[in-house]
């Protein structure tokens, strides 16, 4: 038996290197545009110093979130209680910043679920189209029948309440979006001639579209994804706000304004410091969203 590699000639390997050196100044030229998109700007540093907070919590939260000083039930902010207290004497500044990883947390792993399994579905039904296609968008036209919100709050009714069920439920709600964006991608691209000669030579369906489909669908993705985080920190928080979602003594923000909404003549800043952070938060994903829409879109593009 021969033990003789195969040698790789010079014609062989200039492809792959004029093919890496091309990604590597797509992705320079995308860093490039990104940074100097102003909204990318505002809420990326916006975003970086709430991650930055979010992850020191436990070094600068000067109170335990969960501590309560029954004495100071409902102070105002003070230089002891930057932004006050809640009706329980909870610090509400230690409360926000804890808060922010469970609201961060549960976007980013509803985003997940709902991409993976939304990206799969619309990969499957865009590349194989006939019977497979219409089964699959068959199913994501009747969860399209409700609203997102409804179709979570339903999802969540069937799962129980809490803080892990509420981010299972957010995501089944957002699959079908992903669903949809990367079935209309996937049309376009298994046309292309790449991908037709990848079945020509005799390429598999499932090292087709993990290799030649799935990477030409990711800007889209990429914007949808995190746009929705943003959607889902404000529906885990609604969640929560109708006592479905986090439970007490937790610090989560949509929690927290429930809490506070029957202070709101005496004690004002129980709901509307929580209220102002998510707020901030959804902003500055939003404007990140934006400009990836604006930097990968080549209609965009001057």
């Given at each position: 038996?021969?033990?003789?590699?195969?040698?790789?000639?010079?014609?062989?390997?200039?492809?792959a290197l004029?093919?890496?050196?091309?990604?590597?100044?797509?992705?320079f030229?995308?860093?490039?545009?990104?940074?100097?998109?102003?909204?990318?700007?505002?809420?990326?540093?916006?975003?970086?110093v709430?991650?930055l907070?979010?992850?020191?919590?436990?070094?600068?939260?000067?109170?335990?979130?969960?501590?309560?000083?029954?004495?100071?039930?409902?102070a105002g902010?003070?230089?002891?209680?930057?932004?006050?207290?809640?009706?329980?004497?909870?610090?509400?500044?230690?409360?926000?910043?804890?808060?922010?990883?469970?609201?961060l947390?549960?976007?980013?792993?509803?985003?997940?679920?709902?991409?993976?399994?939304?990206?799969?579905?619309?990969?499957?039904?865009g590349?194989?189209?006939?019977?497979?296609?219409?089964?699959?968008?068959?199913?994501?036209?009747?969860?399209?029948?409700?609203?997102?919100?409804?179709l979570?709050?339903?999802a969540?009714?069937?799962?129980?309440?809490?803080?892990?069920?509420?981010?299972?439920?957010?995501?089944?709600?957002?699959v079908?979006?992903?669903?949809?964006?990367?079935?209309?991608?996937?049309?376009?691209i298994?046309?292309?001639?790449?991908?037709?000669?990848?079945?020509?030579?005799?390429?598999?369906?499932?090292?087709?579209?993990?290799?030649?489909v799935?990477?030409?669908?990711?800007?889209?993705?990429?914007?949808l994804?995190?746009?929705?985080?943003?959607?889902?920190i404000?529906?885990?928080?609604?969640?929560?706000?109708?006592?479905?979602?986090?439970?007490?003594?937790?610090?989560?923000?949509?929690?927290?304004?429930?809490?506070?909404?029957?202070?709101?003549?005496?004690?004002?800043w129980?709901?509307?410091?929580?209220?102002?952070?998510?707020?901030?938060?959804?902003?500055?994903?939003?404007?990140?969203?934006?400009?990836?829409?604006?930097?990968l879109?080549?209609?965009?593009?001057?």
């Amino acid at each position: 038996m021969s033990n003789a590699q195969p040698t790789i000639t010079p014609t062989e390997t200039a492809p792959a290197l004029m093919q890496a050196a091309q990604r590597s100044s797509h992705r320079f030229d995308f860093l490039r545009r990104l940074g100097k998109h102003p909204s990318a700007v505002a809420g990326g540093s916006v975003l970086i110093v709430i991650l930055l907070l979010t992850f020191a919590a436990p070094l600068i939260a000067p109170y335990d979130p969960i501590e309560t000083f029954s004495r100071e039930s409902r102070a105002g902010p003070s230089l002891d209680h930057w932004l006050g207290t809640d009706q329980l004497g909870r610090d509400v500044w230690s409360r926000i910043l804890w808060g922010a990883r469970i609201s961060l947390m549960l976007g980013l792993i509803a985003v997940a679920i709902g991409g993976v399994i939304g990206t799969a579905l619309g990969l499957l039904a865009g590349y194989f189209r006939g019977y497979v296609e219409i089964a699959i968008m068959q199913f994501i036209d009747i969860l399209l029948a409700f609203p997102g919100f409804l179709l979570a709050l339903a999802a969540v009714a069937v799962l129980g309440t809490g803080i892990n069920n509420v981010m299972i439920a957010v995501g089944i709600a957002l699959v079908p979006g992903f669903a949809r964006v990367v079935r209309g991608s996937t049309l376009t691209i298994r046309e292309m001639t790449y991908v037709e000669s990848a079945r020509v030579v005799g390429v598999g369906h499932v090292r087709t579209m993990t290799r030649y489909v799935l990477p030409n669908v990711l800007a889209p993705i990429m914007v949808l994804a995190t746009v929705d985080i943003a959607g889902a920190i404000l529906t885990g928080a609604a969640l929560s706000f109708l006592g479905m979602g986090a439970q007490p003594p937790t610090a989560e923000w949509g929690l927290m304004v429930n809490e506070g909404r029957r202070f709101l003549r005496d004690a004002w800043w129980i709901t509307t410091f929580p209220g102002i952070a998510m707020m901030i938060s959804v902003i500055a994903i939003n404007l990140v969203g934006d400009a990836l829409r604006d930097v990968l879109d080549p209609r965009m593009r001057s």
